[in-house]
């Protein structure tokens, strides 16, 4: 079981990238995903999150406009599109699974928010330059 961001790198301010979080060893339409930052001597938060059909997203405040949560459960793929990205938008980047059952009960902005998730992914390293 296992979940793997990718798509990290360097941009300079203004600029975009893309990120993918790549399921294997379980089917990824079951679970909601969220994404999630940590960054350098900072505690890790809640970035989005998207229900299993994706039909449902969430963003918080300080990403909402610039980021778009998708995801494709035919590749098993979800991604974060991250455009107009910002110095503060530096670190690392995670992706996480939780039950869709327990996601809709939770609802999306507590399962981000309050990091309700139970299958982590390594992470990316997203750097943004002034």
């Known amino acids: 079981v296992q979940l793997q961001a990718s798509g990290g790198g360097l941009v300079q301010a203004g600029g975009s990238l893309r990120l993918s979080c790549t399921i294997s060893g379980f089917k990824g339409d079951n679970y909601a995903i969220g994404w999630f930052r940590q960054a350098p001597g900072k505690e890790r938060e809640g970035v989005s999150g998207?229900?299993?059909?994706?039909?449902?997203?969430y963003y918080v405040d300080s990403v909402k406009g610039r980021f778009t949560i998708s995801r494709d459960n035919a590749k098993n793929t979800i991604y974060l599109q991250m455009d107009n990205l910002k110095p503060q938008d530096t670190a690392t980047y995670f992706c996480?699974?939780?039950?869709?059952?327990?996601?809709?009960?939770?609802?999306?902005?507590?399962?981000?928010?309050?990091?309700?998730?139970?299958?982590w992914g390594q992470g990316t390293l997203v750097t943004v330059s002034s």
């Open positions: 996480a699974a939780v039950l869709g059952i327990w996601a809709q009960t939770l609802g999306l902005e507590r399962v981000v928010k309050t990091k309700a998730v139970d299958k």
């Open positions: 998207i229900n299993p059909s994706g039909d449902s997203t």
